[in-house]
């Protein structure tokens, strides 16, 4: 078998998997749309069947004019991205095996240390909380660097969040986003494996987060969704679909909030100040900013969807030299990230 046919098999195993992923996940919004629907309309007895219909499927969020650019963007990221995440999610053991590899060579072989509880239980805190530290780390920059924010920008700019929204990422950011969590989360759980004396990552480890992988993937579609689900105090130490829906809002008080840490945790916001529960009913609306809006929004085109990314981190860059030379000449400046 050649490379490319090795390549493209993987490719194609991973597209596969991640079909199903998405037709299950689909079908759980459904399903449990459905259930919240029933559960909230309860009182009014008779209400039509079409209003379910109507709840699940509202024609003004599937059909916004921002949802244009995301629905042209699917194929290359179905085709494209999606592959290459799945791969580089599976890297994260190959990366941990082969730290845990070079630090023996390096430093010496360790005997294993503790009872096999012991092992497992760490191995899972570590690749956990690494790996979600990672991914929160990486949207926060997303958010404070002002080069970075220029790719982001574009998740941000959707004034509306029907459950397809999940999907719109200028590639930019889904590479970073997809590729930095899993080689840090490996390399310090190789650390780990080293410090433990164990070889490879224990399979329990590898099936759980391959099953948890299907639940992220239902979370994330309630994440960019119109359905508020909220998790009531437990807010506090899960990230509910209504903290993220906030995280969406076009709204000051509501900026750089609820950035979030994978697997569903709301630890690294509490940790760094940047978590908001949003008060029940809260009213907002979607978007980047005021000045961004409707008419202004940057994104409502595919070109637009695209390019301008690219048009405004030059932008950026060059107002950060005008700003070094202003300062330069013992002038005073401000930061240039622009909302
Ligand atoms: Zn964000
Ligand atoms: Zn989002």
């Known amino acids: 078998m050649t490379v490319m046919q090795t390549f493209g098999n993987a490719i194609w195993n991973a ?9 299950k996940g689909y079908a759980s919004f459904i399903l449990l749309g459905s259930l919240i629907w029933i559960w909230t309309s309860r ?51 190959e990366v941990a095996s082969r730290t845990e590899t070079s630090l023996s060579l390096w430093l010496g072989h360790r005997p294993e240390i503790g009872t ?8 899972f805190v570590v690749f956990i909380l690494s ?21 982001h920008r574009v ?22 986003t997809a590729g930095i969590p899993p080689l840090f989360g490996g390399v310090v759980t190789g650390a ?4 433990l004396g164990a070889g490879q990552v224990h399979p329990s480890l590898i099936a759980f987060v391959a099953l948890y992988s299907s ?7 309630f994440n960019h ?21 906030v995280h969406h809002s076009a709204e000051l008080r509501h900026r750089d909030k609820n950035i979030g840490g994978g697997f569903n945790l709301v630890i690294w916001d509490h940790l760094f100040g940047t978590l908001y529960i949003p008060e029940k009913n809260e009213t907002y609306r979607w978007g980047l900013n005021d000045e961004e809006f409707g008419d202004a929004n940057p994104h409502l085109t595919v070109t637009g969807f695209y390019l301008e990314p690219f048009r405004h981190a030059w932008g950026t860059i060059s107002a950060q030299r005008i700003s070094r030379r202003v300062r330069g000449l013992g002038g005073t400046s401000t930061a240039v990230k622009d909302i």
């Open 192 to 195: 780990a494996l080293y410090m």
């Open 116 to 123: 096999t509880w012991i092992s497992i239980t760490t191995q």
């Open 43 to 93: 009182r009014a007895k008779g209400t039509p069947y079409r209003d379910l219909v109507l709840y699940l499927f509202p024609r003004n969020l599937y059909f916004h004019r921002t949802m244009k650019a995301v629905y042209f963007s699917l194929v290359p990221f179905v085709f494209v991205l999606l592959p290459t995440f799945i791969l580089l999610a599976a890297g994260a053991y």
């Open 15 to 23: 597209l596969d998997g991640q079909l199903w992923f998405w037709i």
């Open 155 to 176: 998740h941000h700019s959707a004034e509306a969040l029907p459950p397809f929204a999940v999907f719109r990422f200028h590639p930019v950011e889904y590479l970073l």
């Open 131 to 151: 790996s979600s530290f990672a991914t929160y780390g990486v949207h926060y920059a997303f958010h404070k660097v002002p080069i970075l924010w220029s790719f």
């Open 225 to 245: 969704s119109h359905v508020p689900i909220s998790y009531g105090w437990l807010n506090r130490i899960f990230y509910a679909p209504v903290l993220h829906q």
């Open 215 to 221: 639940w992220e993937v239902i979370t994330g579609i």
